[in-house]
């Protein structure tokens, strides 16, 4: 009883973070509201629980509510390389996969003990087509997702790897603080030696 | 008289390929597209013209109907680093300068004599209110964008320099061969040296 009350709150709380990410973006109702939720299932992932594994087909789209997540891939040296990180309010899956049923090329895994609401590819395209005002929400939702990743590039080229931390630290401290230090590395695409060599040299 | 009604000629080109563009995502009327059409400016810049300069705000979205356009920055050396190109049926602009009207970090740049559609952030957002189906449009654009820009990360962290080469000429073959090499270079990070010697590997 005790437990299924607590879910349920939390269902709540996760259904008012997702509402009040779509008003920042646009108008809608409670009642459309609650039709849209009907849309997302409620899933808690562990720590380092896989939620998409390199050849699967990504059927879902995850809107992170508590926790972080992350999108990494194995080098040909069989090392993770995480190309993307998903914290509170942001989403993510492989658009790819998701968009044209092919096998995915990555894994997406929780960070730390990750609350999200998912909604399916089926699920997205029904709430689309019966919400159009939903395709603005996605559109600035994607919109902005494409210039974080053409900023990234940007960085990759044109920043030394020293550069390359401090700009991300300088952008997202929070981030750095609540990332494990050998994700942040993989993020950035260093040994997590040399992270921590950037990290004594600046204390210093 | 002759100039004018080839220019004429050239408009009603353009908006075919954008229609032709529209219609792959969204169904419109004649009519609708006739109202589109007026957000819309033509314009044609030169080889090597700059439609936008670092430090300017990006007032413009670019849609290609002819030629190439290319982004870049310089880097701490002064070398240009090319990011993204937008051939035929490709849209271009900073979007962060575009959406947030703060200075632009790039440059753009017709890379061979370019034809473009442009709409202004403000047509862009008069569009949208006026047009909701252009939300799903630019959705769908945005959408495959982003997940063009993060396969470009993953190939950037995941492939050698050689691979990198390869992996764009096997997607992308027609570009290759448009693209002058220099910029060819510029845009996997390579030396045009760097790049001749791959190609010439290759032959032998």
């Given amino acids: ?27 809608i109702t409670d009642e459309e509201f609650a039709w849209i939720m009907d849309y997302f299932e ?4 562990a720590k380092k629980q896989n939620l998409l594994e390199e050849g699967q087909i990504c059927r879902a789209n995850f809107f992170v509510t508590k926790g972080i997540l992350r999108k990494f891939h194995l080098n040909e040296k069989g090392v993770e390389q995480t190309t993307e990180f998903a914290i509170e309010t942001w989403w993510m899956t492989d658009n790819i996969s998701f968009e044209h049923r092919t096998p995915s090329e990555f894994h997406i895994q929780a960070v730390e003990k990750t609350e999200v609401l998912v909604i399916t590819s089926e699920a997205q395209e029904q709430l689309l ?5 939903m395709e603005k929400y996605f559109r600035i939702v994607y919109q902005r997702a494409f ?3 053409q900023n990234r590039v940007k960085y990759i080229f044109s920043l030394s790897k020293e550069e390359f931390y ?12 609540r990332v494990p230090q050998y994700l942040v590395a993989s993020f950035l695409g260093f040994t997590p030696e040399y992270l921590s060599e950037i990290r004594k040299k ?3």
Avoid at 2 to 27: G, R, Y
Avoid at 42 to 45: G, H
Avoid at 129 to 133: K, Y
């Fill in 42 to 45: 409620v899933k808690t992932f």
């Fill in 1 to 27: 009883m005790l437990l299924c009350s607590n879910l349920h709150h939390s269902k709540k709380i996760m259904s008012e973070i997702l509402k009040a990410h779509l008003q920042k973006f646009i108008t």
């Fill in 166 to 177: 401090f700009n991300l630290l300088k952008r997202h401290p929070e981030f750095v603080q």
């Fill in 129 to 133: 087509s019966r919400f159009p005002v």
């Fill in 202 to 204: 600046s204390v210093s």
């Fill in 147 to 149: 210039a974080a990743s």
